[in-house]
């Protein structure tokens, strides 16, 4: 998304020629995979450890930090790999889509018009509020090297990114489309009261 933005407002004759569905779809999959491939690295040692007691995960879902703290042996050697790929895959992203916001912070206060640095930052603003609210919970949960110690603190500060960025996300990025502010308008509009002849008459 911050690319598509940094395109779309940098250089935006090229962007019908270059964001193509092609792209699209290759941005979403090197995402998907980078993320698979890191979640199935991590688990392949994680199956082979034991767990005694009672087993349960004290989190809301099954996280790495949370398993490791059930297992019944010590753990210091497989946080390091874990943190690792942390500290190589958030940051990316992160300096990625700042680099991408970078870009368009400049271009904004090279246009002259207050009125259209208003707009183009406004179009930035929702996806900017989610990004925020995704990495602040991120960074806080994973680049810590005991992550798993506190659980509490984890499971309270992992809401943002579990449960209230992706409730949040369709509103932030549809609440400036035209036709989601004609429906809402519409869904709160008080329905109009007719007259009981119109009704018989919309009968016959």
């Known amino acids: 998304m911050s690319f598509d933005h940094c395109l779309a407002i940098c250089k935006p004759l090229r962007y019908p020629t270059t964001m193509t569905s092609n ?3 290759q941005l979403a999959l ?8 890191i979640v199935f690295c991590q688990m392949l040692p994680l199956i082979q450890l034991p767990f005694c007691g009672d087993n349960v995960i004290n989190h809301f879902y099954c996280d790495v930090g949370p398993i490791l ?9 497989l946080e390091l790999p874990g943190l690792l790929a942390t500290v190589q895959v958030i940051p990316g992203s992160l300096l990625f889509t700042a680099t991408s916001y970078i870009c368009i912070l400049s271009t904004i206060l090279q246009i002259p018009s207050a009125t259209g640095q208003q707009k183009i930052f406004s179009t930035c603003a929702s996806h900017l509020t989610a990004v925020s609210l995704l990495y602040g919970a991120v960074l806080f949960t994973y680049l ?18 579990t449960i209230l960025t992706p409730l949040l996300n369709p509103f932030i990025c549809t609440i ?8 809402l308008r519409k869904a709160m509009a008080c329905p109009k009261t007719h007259h009981p002849e119109e009704n018989m008459r919309h009968i016959k």
């Open 69 to 77: 703290k059930a297992a019944c042996t010590d753990t210091s050697i």
């Open 144 to 161: 810590r090297p005991t992550a798993h110690s506190s659980s509490k603190i984890n499971k309270v500060v992992s809401v943002p990114n």
């Open 23 to 25: 792209l699209c779809l």
């Open 30 to 37: 090197s995402s998907w995979v980078v993320g698979f491939t």
């Open 176 to 183: 400036r489309n035209k036709e989601v502010k004609a429906a």
